[in-house]
């Protein structure tokens, strides 16, 4: 099954911990982006990226790293997490860039930072 | 920059009832326009996607047109069901070099009362 998974699903952590959410996709998509939501403000892109070793800040970059190693892999890492980035999560991939093609959401992860 | 529009915030509708969901955005150079489906603390679920080139896209009781000259788009959804009940999210992707952004409005929450 065509699928972008995200791991977890739900967390729970403190202040400067650091912590990397997983996003893995198998549709061989070149495209992946990561997108927060929080109420009142909608979805907004925080990084994405073209193809392996390809990465670039989206609107609200600041607090986070990615990495795109593998094809596949698209994780999320925020060294050193404040309460601001509580926030549900999505990660998405698409076949190509150019926005011509529909995008796939995983399921979110619900962050709190305390 | 370009802004996405949801009006109104909130709809409820009796069963049966055939309804349209508005979507409007600011700029017209758009790659695509996406409508996406989100039950609470959940994913997003993509429902329709609409090239620029195109007028209307149908996936069963929905049918989603796009006016790219007037800015908007409308989801229709012939003879509405309680199941039909979540937020209604639209998306465009623009010309942002090589990203795909998508760029959401805030959604429209459809409550369809039995």
């Known amino acids: 099954e065509a699928q972008v998974t995200q791991n977890p699903r739900y967390l729970i952590t403190v202040t400067g911990k650091k912590l990397t959410v997983t996003c893995s996709q198998n549709m061989n998509h070149e495209y992946m982006s990561w997108y927060r939501q929080d109420p009142g403000l909608g979805l907004r892109q925080i990084y994405y990226s073209m193809n392996v070793e390809v990465t670039d800040k989206g609107d609200v970059p600041e607090g986070y790293k990615v990495s795109r190693k593998e094809k596949r892999n698209f994780p999320l890492i925020l060294e050193s997490p404040s309460p601001n980035q509580t926030s549900l999560y999505f990660c998405?991939?698409?076949?190509?860039?150019?926005?011509?093609?529909?995008?796939?959401f995983g399921p979110g992860t619900r962050l709190t930072v305390t | 920059k370009q802004e996405v529009t949801q009006i109104p915030a909130a709809l409820s509708v009796p069963e049966g009832e055939n309804l349209v969901l508005n979507c409007s955005f600011t700029d017209s150079a758009i790659y695509n326009l996406q409508w996406f489906r989100q039950d609470p603390g959940k994913g997003l679920t993509s429902l329709l996607l609409i090239q620029s080139s195109q007028r209307e896209q149908t996936s069963g009781r929905l049918n989603a047109s796009l006016d790219k000259s007037s800015g908007r788009s409308t989801l229709y959804i012939a003879a509405s069901q309680p199941g039909d009940s979540a937020t209604y999210l639209c998306?465009?992707?623009?010309?942002?070099?090589?990203?795909?952004?998508?760029?959401f409005g805030k959604g429209i929450t459809l409550s369809v009362r039995p």
């Open positions: 998306a465009v992707a623009g010309y942002t070099g090589a990203n795909s952004k998508l760029t």
């Open positions: 998405a991939s698409s076949p190509v860039g150019q926005g011509r093609y529909e995008q796939y």
